[in-house]
């Protein structure tokens, strides 16, 4: 008798690691330790609970509840994997809908999956109030910080009991947060597999918990699908970025043409970088390098005799000077900061193209008085003062993770076509925080001839008028 039923057909088969990952069962996995691993196509796959299932048991795609998110650092860098998911994602349902706009697939049960992006740690805020079954992380160390990832941990939960919860990710073993992903992993330097229980304690009821963390290494060999000729590639680089994107291994990735990373390295090994609590009773100084359609990175210090406490960051992209004078007003509302000085970039006296505009004129005009940083005539002078300086320096790790991170990146742009160093840095992510931190270097314990404050012809009428008035949108100005 003919069989009328038509047999599956096999749309994407994963290699042995891809399905050793797919069929984990810890809370928190990670997936890679090199390149050429298979990661993305496993970590979509993976994002619709396709296996293990029982017979008869839907996949998690099927059931309506499931809502899934998979995360890249910035958006330029969600198209390829959106692209992959276009390919893979549809051959398993054809019926499956992409919006584009909101970069969400919903299948045909009310199942979603969605694509997102963090490029700063406050940006995790955005999902506040959401709540997830499955997240994903695609090349994790990426993230300078952990707190993006513990964050959306906390949006992970469930009402139906079918559906478990997962925390997966995927990277190669370097990136600026190549510490915090093989600390948090317990990986070690051979780049071998790990899984351990981590036990979680109810301050409230005293009760416990256990989570488990895994880490499935996978290398070019563990990939099927690819030639020889990328791994011929990965043969021509130098032999540690060999030790990274073809062995897998997690040793501690040298940053090539680094000005501080040995002394963030020092400051780590001293316990310097560590909890840096905010001390009432001491004025809060700040630190700047603004972009004007570029990035602002400020940090907040405060000074108890020798010892400069860094006990904060803050950075963002095409905002103007009103945005962070809100962003000094609530630290000062909910955090508790009096400032003391604002010390800006030399060019912070400069005048806007097209407008003219000073934006020191600017920053006063809002209740920001400025010192300023003179213009450095040799850029080398002032990175050294940075050098000396942080062996002043306590910070606390977790509010100046982002920056601490920028100041063991900063290094000199690779000139390709001599094979060399140029004299300059390069002026990327980094740079912007490191700027910043010079400002502070430069400037520490030197009032120079401009006042930090106004002069009394200045300021605006008022009691103490040796404060700062800050004056939010719609609000009453208010001193500190």
């Not at 806007?352 to 920001?368: I, M, P, S, V, Y």
């Not at 980094?430 to 002069?455: C, E, I, N, Q, Y």
Request: charged fraction near 30%; proline fraction near 6%; include cysteine.
């Amino acid at each position: 008798m003919p069989n009328d039923v038509t047999p599956p057909q096999t749309v994407w088969e994963p290699s042995a690691k891809q399905a050793e990952f797919l069929s984990a069962s810890e809370y928190e996995v990670l997936y890679g330790g090199a390149a050429g691993g298979g990661k993305t196509d496993g970590l979509l796959v993976d994002s619709m609970g396709l296996q293990p299932c029982a017979i008869g048991e839907k996949a998690h795609i099927e059931k309506r509840a499931y809502q899934a998110i998979v995360f890249r650092k910035t958006f330029p860098d969600l198209k390829d994997i959106i692209d992959r998911s276009h390919e893979i994602f549809r051959d398993v349902e054809p019926k499956a809908k992409y919006d584009k706009q909101a970069h969400v697939w919903t299948f045909p049960s009310g199942a979603r999956i969605e694509f997102g992006y963090i490029q700063r740690d406050i940006e995790r805020l955005r999902y506040r109030g959401r709540a997830f079954q499955y997240v994903g992380w695609e090349e994790v160390t990426l993230w300078p910080t952990s707190l993006p990832y513990i964050y959306l941990i906390s949006r992970i939960r469930t009402t139906d009991k079918t559906i478990p919860c997962y925390v997966r990710s995927t990277t190669n073993p370097d990136g600026p947060g190549h510490r915090w992903v093989k600390d948090r992993f317990q990986i070690p330097n051979s780049g071998i597999g790990t899984c351990f229980r981590v036990e979680i304690i109810d301050q409230e009821t005293g009760q416990k918990f256990w989570r488990t963390r895994r880490f499935i290494p996978a290398r070019v060999s563990d990939n099927p699908h690819l030639g020889t000729d990328y791994r011929t590639s990965l043969l021509m680089l130098p032999g540690d970025e060999q030790d990274l994107l073809l062995r897998g291994r997690w040793d501690t990735p040298q940053i090539k043409g680094s000005y501080w990373n040995a002394d963030i390295e020092e400051a780590r090994k001293s316990g310097r970088i560590t909890a840096v609590p905010h001390e009432k009773g001491v004025l809060v100084d700040t630190w700047w390098d603004i972009g004007v359609d570029d990035e602002t990175a400020i940090w907040f210090t405060q000074t108890i005799g020798h010892k400069v406490n860094v006990i904060d960051y803050h950075h963002e992209s095409d905002k103007g000077l009103p945005h962070f004078q809100q962003v000094l007003a609530e630290r000062s509302e909910k955090l508790g900061y009096r400032y003391g000085r604002h010390v800006g970039p030399h060019d912070i006296e400069s005048r806007e193209w097209g407008t003219g505009a000073n934006r020191k004129k600017q920053a006063e005009a809002l209740g920001l008085y400025f010192d300023v940083c003179p213009r450095p005539t040799d850029k080398g002078a002032y990175i050294d003062a940075g050098r000396r300086f942080l062996s002043r320096c306590w910070f606390d790790a977790d509010r100046t993770a982002e920056g601490v991170s920028a100041l063991e990146n900063y290094r000199k742009e690779w000139d390709s076509d001599l094979q060399t160093y140029k004299r300059t840095p390069l002026h990327d992510w980094a740079s912007h925080g490191a700027d910043a931190f010079m400002v502070l270097a430069v400037k520490h314990g030197h009032r120079g001839d401009a006042p930090f404050f106004p002069t009394s012809a200045q300021q605006p009428a008022g009691p103490d008028s040796s404060d700062v008035a800050i004056a939010l949108p719609g609000r009453r100005a208010r001193r500190f």
